[in-house]
């Protein structure tokens, strides 16, 4: 077998530089050998790649959500706190799901049903959303329009807004936004001059600051107390996440 070679070359490799200078003190004869000799064995027993491959990925995914973690902890108050950002399922809920979302984000539209039974559902969660609008200027649009109808007319009128936007088909223009206030029953005008207020631009550059020291880059993104999950998450693991969380 070549695995005890293998073995002898690598402790005489490392145990080297103590004595005299590790692999670079090698002969090139001893060097070319030591080269072959690793290459013939990850040759005939290439699951050792892939099982260190296991291993690397294991720990950087223990890495990240590590970080995650912290990230949360350092921002707990911009998450959780924000006055800026809309509040719905029970405001007193023993969890906090927070969802960074774009109204033109498909992985976006497809969880906006899920989050909304998880919510129903469940009873006992407390729902933020953040406006994160990063795939073009008709996703600064809807974020625009819907916090613009926050800030005149409240969390009910936000909500209603929220849903016509993410199930909204066609681009959100002028025309389509306009017509979009005036079914919701608000004033069209009112509405598209405070999507352009400095206002409604703070609570997007707020949100995009936020973001950006989270190093979120993608929707949806999801805090659910503790845990960050970078993407799209269907409802059942959703549902393991909450029950995992208020046990911890």
Known sequence: MRLPVLAALLTCAFAAPMLAGGVDAMTDAERTAFRAEVKAYLLENPEVLMEAMDVLQ????????ATDKQLVIDHKADLFADAASWVGGNPDGDVTVVEFMDYRCGYCRKAYQEVEDLVKSDGNIRLILKEYPILGDASVASARFAIAVRQLHGDDAYKKSHDALITLRGEPDADTLSRLASDL????????????????????AQNQDLGSKMSISGTPTFIIDSQMLRGYVPLDGMQQI????RKS
């Open 58 to 65: 294991n720990r950087q995914a223990k890495a990240e959500v």
């Open 185 to 204: 029953g608000f004033d069209a005008k009112a509405v598209l001059d405070k999507m352009a207020s400095p206002e409604v631009t703070a609570v997007i």
């Open 242 to 245: 909450v029950a995992a969380e």
